[in-house]
T-cell receptor
């Protein structure tokens, strides 16, 4: 069964600090991994997408890493801002030639940045 | 990038009434749309897969007679919550998938449903 586990479930940090969120997955066959940011009461917004051959990808202050061998990914947030307070969801896509949903969602990490 | 809209963004209704939520892909044609449900502090849970011109495929445990899905065009899918009850109160999110790009979904902003 495909699964995506995220840790920690929740995190509180002070503004300006860095943090790292973790994602472990057992999805096969692997296609890609995405990190989404979801503000309260809004839909998820894509931050990064990584395929099998990519190890690191950055989007501003967000840097995602992928280790396809250990099936782990991380999302590093640098110099956090109050607006970074949100849920961060790791979503792994499986290769599937048939129509349908191939996405497996992690439970998310709820990040709160305090002044 | 691709834009998906939902309407309404929030709705409050009385128990026993029906509520329709629209999901539109604004700048691309979506042969497949997905409907998710999200409870507070939980991740998205897939309810059903909607293919244009055919019946929706529901996930196990989702009542198809309660959550009616119609995907009549390549840019519009609707979810109707029939005879809503307070336990149906949730955040409903749709996503749209472009033809030929089967692993990319663009999410809508969500609809907050509150049933009194």
């Amino acid at each position: 069964k495909n699964q995506v586990e995220q840790s920690p479930q929740s995190l509180i940090i002070l503004e300006g600090k860095n943090c790292t969120l973790q994602c472990n997955y057992t999805v096969s066959p692997f296609s890609n991994l995405r990190w989404y940011k979801q503000d309260t009461g809004r839909g998820p917004v894509s931050l990064t997408i990584m395929t099998f051959s990519e190890n690191t990808k950055s989007n501003g202050r967000y840097t995602a890493t992928l280790d396809a061998d250990t099936k782990q990914s991380s999302l590093h947030i640098t110099a956090s801002q109050l607006s970074d307070s949100a849920s961060y969801i790791c979503v792994v896509s499986a290769v599937n030639n048939n129509a349908g949903n191939m996405l497996t969602f992690g439970g998310g990490t709820r990040l709160m940045v305090k002044p | 990038g691709a834009v998906v809209s939902q309407h309404p963004s929030w709705v409050i209704c009385k128990s026993g009434t029906s509520v329709k939520i629209e999901c539109r892909s604004l700048d691309f044609q979506a042969t497949t749309m997905f409907w998710y449900r999200q409870f507070p502090k939980q991740s998205l849970m897939l309810m059903a897969t909607s293919n244009e011109g055919s019946k929706a495929t529901y996930e196990q445990g989702v009542e198809k007679d309660k959550f009616l899905i119609n995907h009549a065009s390549l840019t519009l899918s609707t979810l109707t919550v029939t005879s809503a009850h307070p336990e149906d109160s949730s955040f409903y999110i749709c996503s749209a998938q472009s033809p030929g790009v089967t692993d990319t979904q663009y999410f809508g902003p969500g609809t907050r449903l509150t049933v009194l």
